[in-house]
């Protein structure tokens, strides 16, 4: 099993431009999250999943956008990138209220 | 709505000696706590939950529901143990967590 898996590691856009962060895993789990990790804030969660079809806002949504149409797959969209958004990205993803499994991480720069 | 507050943003403490970082939190019911933690370079993993009641790698943490805490603690701490360590709480039933802003131990020999 890869786990959960996340691409880029590394971005660096310029202000204004799009692009979307990957995730995936391969362990059937049915709940998919998104964490934004910045020097002093901890983690705070952007966006999650329960299932396929269903999303919902977490705590910092503002700029991000989700859909999950399928089970292994939790994409995170940046329409307008700004830079408070440089930050690094993980991705989780549990079966139920049990342990998250965390991805790797992606370092996004934004200029 | 719940919150977790870990007050130290920093721990430095020698190799041998007792470690014991802070995790309090605010929610009135009853919820699971969990540490996390991610060494350098690597991802974020679990470390304890407190309904499994384990040791994991000589860690242990105790939930006070009377004092809203959950400290983890270490009686001797190795080198290898330098890392950021995050409380986290979920609220009975859902999957999300919410997370404090971490504690960066670091272990001098």
């Known amino acids: 099993n890869a786990g959960v898996t996340q691409t880029p590691k590394f971005q660096v856009l310029k202000t204004g431009q799009s692009m979307t962060l990957q995730c995936a895993q391969d362990?059937?789990?049915?709940?998919m999250s998104w964490y934004r990790q910045d020097p002093g804030m901890g983690l705070r969660l952007i966006h999650y999943s329960v299932g396929a079809g269903i999303t919902d806002q977490g705590e910092v949504p503002n700029g991000y956008n989700v859909s999950r149409s399928t089970t292994e797959d939790f994409p995170l969209r940046l329409l307008s990138a700004a830079p408070s958004q440089t930050s690094v990205y993980f991705c989780a993803s549990s079966w139920g209220s049990n342990e998250q499994f965390f991805g790797p991480g992606t370092r996004l720069t934004v200029l | 709505a719940q919150r977790v507050t870990q007050p130290e943003k920093l721990l430095s403490v020698f190799k041998g000696a007792p470690v014991e970082l802070k995790c309090n939190y605010s929610y009135s019911g009853s919820p699971e706590l969990f540490w996390y933690v991610q060494y350098s370079r690597q991802r974020l993993q679990l470390l304890l939950r407190h309904i499994s009641r384990e040791s994991i790698k000589g860690f242990t943490a105790d939930l006070n529901k009377g004092e809203t805490s959950f400290h983890l603690k270490k009686p001797f701490a190795q080198e290898e143990d330098s890392a950021m360590y995050y409380c986290a709480l979920q609220l009975s039933g859902y999957s999300t967590l919410t997370f404090g802003k971490g504690t960066m131990l670091l272990v001098s020999p």
């Open positions: 362990m059937n789990h049915e709940y």
